[in-house]
C-alpha cells in the first residue's frame, strides 16, 4: 500500500508544489495588475503621445481650398486637431482649432450668425480672431497662418502661437 504524499513533495523536476503554487499565484497577480495598470498608462500616455504628434505638424496644405466659397468654411485636421478655415465676406482668410476651450467640444462655424459657436455649453467665438466673445469658454481658439496659393491653402503653426 502506498503512502500520501504531503503538499511539498518534491516532482520529478525538484519543484514542491507550493513552490509551483506560488508562482503561479504570483504570475497570475502580474498579469492582473499589468491588466490594470495598462488603461491607467494609456489614459495618462495618451494627451503626452498626442501634444507630440500635433508638434510633429507644422503645416497642412489643403488642395484646392483656395475655391472655398466666400462665406464658409471648411473643417479639416492639423495632425489630429479639429481644424476649421474660414474663408470671409471680405475676401480675408482665418485657421483656427476647432477644440472648445471651455471642455474640448468641437466648435463650428455658423454661416447665417457669422459666428463660431460651441453647441455644448453655449460658448461663442469671432470667427476672424478666434477671441472667445461669450459663454462659458475661457480663452481664444488658436490660430493657424494661412497662405493661398494657386494650388490650395497652406496652414501652418504661428511661431508665436504653438
Ligand atoms: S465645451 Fe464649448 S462651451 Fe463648453
Redesign the pocket.
Known amino acids: 500500500m502506498s503512502k500520501p504524499t504531503d503538499n511539498n513533495t518534491m516532482s520529478a523536476g525538484g519543484v514542491t508544489r507550493q513552490t509551483f503554487l506560488r508562482a503561479a499565484v504570483g504570475g497570475a497577480g502580474v498579469v492582473y495588475a499589468a491588466g490594470l495598470a495598462y488603461p491607467v498608462y494609456r489614459y495618462v500616455a495618451s494627451p503626452v503621445e498626442k501634444a507630440a504628434k500635433e508638434s510633429a505638424v507644422t503645416e497642412v496644405t489643403l488642395k484646392d481650398a483656395q475655391k472655398l466659397a466666400p462665406g464658409s468654411a471648411l473643417m479639416f485636421k492639423f495632425g489630429s486637431r479639429p481644424s476649421m478655415l474660414i474663408h470671409h465676406d471680405d475676401g480675408t482668410w482665418t485657421a483656427l482649432t476647432a477644440v472648445?476651450t471651455?471642455?474640448?467640444?468641437t466648435v463650428h462655424y455658423q454661416e447665417d450668425k457669422k459666428r463660431i459657436h460651441?453647441a455644448?455649453?453655449?460658448?461663442v467665438y469671432d470667427p476672424k480672431t478666434g477671441a472667445n466673445v461669450s459663454?462659458?469658454?475661457p480663452k481664444p481658439l488658436k490660430r493657424y497662418e494661412v497662405k493661398v496659393t494657386d494650388a490650395g491653402v497652406i496652414i501652418s503653426r504661428s511661431q508665436d502661437r504653438a
Open positions: 472648445c471651455h471642455l474640448g467640444c460651441c455644448c455649453h453655449g460658448g459663454g462659458p469658454p
